[in-house]
């Protein structure tokens, strides 16, 4: 029994040491991602403001075919690579034609750059026949608009979006595939618009982000003769003004992490599963638990059999039939044998997820997999990032800006907090002692190297600290033996 006492009041020391520590150390990382974040979640409106003149059409024409709205496209950057098609959704919206191969996220910003330009110069061996497009004669206006574009896409260096009106076939602008807003609201939320590098600091806040969840929610919790309602009522008793205040920020900064908890977890989660470090862990439990997403063969071809290929209209019409009612993205082969692969673009439909591979020559649909075909883990996270980046609208948006506002107030009132317990000239950690440490379960410790094993970037950083504070431990027990003696 002298054990689980001694456990019980030992172990609220220690996590209450590592909850101000890892509130201390990792306060203006999480600041920033909760700042950026709200930025991010209002990407929709700001695109809408930003882009309008690329995505939306300057002219309202019934759509022409989707090859026509291509060499419409090809005319305006001859020699350029295709590498998928968006086709629009009505008659207001552009058709996006992407130009160039796609950047890989680990290289560096420089390496993508010469990667993008060495494929611009080899394109031509690897570009869609213009050649059955020929025929298409485009009208005065929409060539001086195609030089026009053309002029800006050399300013482009690497892959580029150009916005085709469906209807008038007017090449309405082109940028960078990541010269979007979104783009770069992204990578300031993920690595400070610094690269791929520096992608660990913001999975080291998030994952002590996680810790101090936790453990906020370990020392909330009511224990001993303490009942349910003395951590949902305010306690109004203590006469000390300063006592008072402080008691009166520490209930604000746990009551409103506690009603905002279940929303704060599921973004922290769904922020961890695509970071570089636990991502990587994430993706390799998923494969080994058979959770991953279906994917397509990777020899797949199409069987030319002396036929003509199919044009691009009738493999977007293919598709349609098969999943109707959801903007999709076109890749065209890029050899004689080559498949078209057709998969969704929309992410606010994820039950209408899909990818498809086309035969060129014959239209038969050699694979396709669907919602139904999602391992319940894939349609967690298929869910869970839309959710995550606020794709599903208003009211994701509003969830989103609560738990950001919740996440800043508590990083504020957890500083005010120490500012009022904090002595003159001192840090004031809480204090712990080596019988603190003697106290820990040893679950907790296998729960911790666990978690530890899961979230390197936690892991590396929890050993350090636990590191320090047993040599802190070590070297004050000694200084109090030296001076009892």
């Known amino acids: 029994m002298a054990t689980q006492d001694n456990s019980s009041t030992l172990l609220p020391q220690l996590f209450w040491r590592l909850h101000f520590w890892s509130g201390i150390i ?102 869609i026949d213009t050649n059955e497009h020929a025929s298409h004669q485009h009208n005065g206006a929409n060539t001086e608009s195609n030089s026009e574009s053309n002029t800006e896409a050399h300013k482009i260096s690497g892959p580029f979006i150009a916005y085709i009106n469906a209807g008038t076939l007017d090449v309405q602008g082109s940028i960078a595939e990541d010269g979007r807003f979104k783009e770069w609201a992204r990578k300031l939320h993920s690595s400070f618009l610094q690269g791929e590098n520096w992608r660990w600091i913001i999975e080291l806040g998030a994952c002590w982000m996680l810790f101090m969840l936790v453990s906020g929610v370990y020392l909330w919790w009511p224990r001993g003769n303490a009942n349910w309602r003395s951590v949902f009522v305010r306690d109004r008793r203590d006469t000390n003004a300063n006592n008072k205040s402080r008691r009166d920020w520490r209930y604000y900064h746990s009551i409103f992490s506690i009603c905002s908890l279940v929303l704060t977890f599921t973004i922290i989660i769904t922020g961890i599963t695509w970071a570089k470090y636990a991502g990587a862990n994430f993706r390799e ?103 995550h980046r606020g794709e599903f609208g208003w009211w994701n948006q509003a969830l989103l800006v609560i738990v950001a506002c919740s996440v800043i107030f508590a990083v504020i009132s957890g500083f005010i907090m120490w500012l009022k317990r904090r002595k003159p000239q001192t840090i004031s950690a809480p204090k712990v002692s080596n019988k603190a440490l003697r106290a820990v379960p040893i679950l907790l410790w296998i729960t911790l190297a666990f978690f530890a094993y899961a979230l390197p970037v936690f892991g590396i950083s929890l050993a350090l600290l636990l590191a320090l504070e047993i040599m802190a431990v070590l070297v004050s027990s000694k200084a109090s033996q030296g001076a009892a003696t």
């Open 26 to 127: 990792t306060a203006p990382i999480v600041l920033f991602a909760a700042f950026s974040g709200l930025l991010y979640i209002f990407t929709p409106q700001i695109e809408n403001w930003k882009h309008a003149s690329l995505d939306q059409a300057n002219a309202i024409a019934p759509a022409q075919s989707l090859d026509r709205q291509i060499a419409a496209a090809q005319e305006a950057f001859p020699g350029k690579t295709i590498r998928s098609i968006i086709p629009s959704v009505d008659t207001e919206q552009t058709t996006q034609v992407i130009f160039g191969e796609k950047k890989k996220r680990v290289q560096s910003e420089k390496t993508a750059e010469k990667t993008a330009e060495k494929t611009a110069t080899h394109s031509d061996t690897k570009a």
């Open 285 to 387: 439990m998923q494969s080994a638990l058979g959770q991953s997403s279906p994917k397509a063969p990777m020899q797949m071809r199409s069987n030319p059999n002396d036929q003509p290929r199919l044009s691009a209209q009738a493999i977007f019409d293919i598709a349609q039939k098969q999943v109707p009612g959801i903007q999709m993205q076109l890749s065209p082969p890029k050899t004689e044998d080559g498949v078209w692969r057709v998969e969704s673009y929309d992410r606010t439909q994820p039950s209408k997820r899909f990818q498809m591979m086309v035969d060129a020559y014959s239209g038969a649909i050699l694979y396709q997999s669907g919602w139904q075909d999602l391992p319940l883990l894939a349609k967690a996270t298929a869910v869970g990032i839309p959710f």
